[in-house]
């Protein structure tokens, strides 16, 4: 079976300001343990030296690895520390660096980080890498090699990254080396299984339907629309409005989204108009408390309609005492509501009209109101809004406005790797 070579991308840099590190020898060592394994035609090394921040992105874009080995000096939260033009030390930021990795998610599986005080970028860049490893603290140039061999010649035999670290530690221990705790492992939330590259070359890949799990490899980024949205949602009153047409990631979207506010501590709660029952559609008394029911019922609290439902001051009023006085006030805390497939609203115009113009009075509200600040709203449709809406009481002139392109051809290209 011909499986394509895993690309090993070495990076050094050792300015002329900084100690002399003995990183010749360590790509040495990596490269004869990669031909002395029974595997060597499954790797490809690359190396690359005096590296400079151009030269960083370049490789990166050039080569498209699946493994980036940094060897060199890290100076903890300041960044890792590549040349300048003129071969002096230039630092390059965490966030610079976790920014950068967030574009090459999709290609690259392991980072590691052969630079003391490496930690910190090992974390920021996990927020996008399935596995990183840094340093701890100071690691001397015999540690840092030992672990490096260790590592490599375990994924040359087929272990997984998981192994490989440990395999890297075991090799500064063996050498009585009082170091074997500096490496690091950090693994990203949702990473997919951690496989051996023989184990990964036989997966079979999950059969992509309608909306895409949090952890598939079928989600593919449209930059900025996440970055946008993730940034738009811990404003108070946020208001989102996705729309593009069926089968184009709405949904999925939406899922990340509130994924995202619930990495911020925020409460979530998701609808999809599409389980509403036709008869309730037809009556807003009726939909207005199958609302409010189905919102207690996603936030996990009592539901108490018989609280709020008693008196005549109209079923909008009513819908927003409940959510005014009973769960903004028992959450405490900020809630994103999702909307999904509101479409099936737009089927009956009357009952539309009064249930958008809620939302954005709901909206208005929390610009001056504290507790309203709390709601944030994610709705999400296919179609235009044909139905006749004032423009003042309508929720699709404000706020975010989404609409999902099309995938570029770089992205395609991910999609189908």
């Known amino acids: 079976m011909n499986i394509t070579a895993k690309k090993i991308l070495i990076l050094s840099a050792n300015p002329t300001d900084t100690n002399q590190l003995r990183l010749g ?19 490809e090394m690359i190396t690359r030296w005096a590296v400079r921040p151009d030269d960083l992105r370049r490789a990166l874009l050039d080569h498209k690895p699946q493994i980036v080995h940094f060897c060199g000096h890290g100076s903890g939260n300041q960044g890792l520390a590549l040349e300048d033009d003129t071969g002096r030390r230039q630092l390059v930021s965490t966030e610079s660096l976790a920014r950068l990795f967030k574009l ?44 490096a061999v260790g590592f490599y010649d375990a994924i040359s035999a087929d272990r997984s990254y998981e192994e490989a670290y440990e395999f890297g530690c075991s090799a500064i221990d063996l050498e009585g080396i009082p170091e074997s705790s500096t490496p690091v492992l950090k693994k990203r939330l949702n990473a997919l299984p ?3 590259f023989k184990e990964a070359a036989t997966v079979v890949p ?5 909306q895409v799990p ?17 940034e738009m949602i811990k404003k108070p ?23 995202n506010a619930k990495q911020q501590s925020y409460q979530s709660a998701l609808l999809n108009f599409q389980s509403v029952d036709a008869e309730l559609l037809s009556n807003l008394d009726s939909f207005l408390q199958w609302f409010c029911a189905s919102v207690s019922d996603e936030l996990n609290i009592p539901e108490k309609l018989g609280d709020y439902w008693k008196s005549v001051i109209g079923s909008k009023n009513k819908c927003t005492n409940y959510f005014g006085r009973y769960l903004l006030p028992e959450i405490n805390n900020s809630i994103v509501l999702g909307l999904d ?7 009956h115009p009357i009952i539309a009209a009064d249930f958008f113009g809620l939302l954005r009075a709901w909206h208005e509200r929390s610009k001056n109101e504290s507790a309203w600040k709390n709601l944030r709203l994610v709705i999400v449709h296919s179609l235009e809004v044909y139905i006749p809406l004032n423009i003042n009481q309508s929720p699709f002139n404000v706020g975010l406005a989404i609409e999902l392109p099309n995938l570029n051809s770089v992205q395609v290209q991910d999609l189908a790797k």
């Open 104 to 147: 090459f998610k999709n290609t690259v599986e392991c980072v590691l980080l052969n630079a003391c005080y490496s930690e910190e970028q090992g974390s920021a860049i996990c927020q996008h890498i399935n596995y990183v490893i840094g340093m701890n603290r100071e690691i001397g140039d015999r540690a840092a090699i030992k672990f």
């Open 341 to 347: 497939e509101v479409d099936e609203v737009f089927k």
């Open 194 to 196: 951690d496989l051996s």
């Open 206 to 210: 999950e059969n992509p339907e309608g």
């Open 237 to 259: 009153g946020a208001l989102i409005r996705i729309k593009a047409p069926r089968q184009m990631g709405k949904t999925s979207l939406m899922t990340r989204i509130l994924d």
């Open 25 to 43: 020898e360590e790509a040495r060592e990596i490269q004869a343990g990669l031909e002395r394994s029974r595997s060597r035609e499954q790797f």
């Open 214 to 230: 949090l952890d598939s490899d079928f989600y593919i980024e449209r930059p900025p629309i996440e970055a946008d949205c993730y």
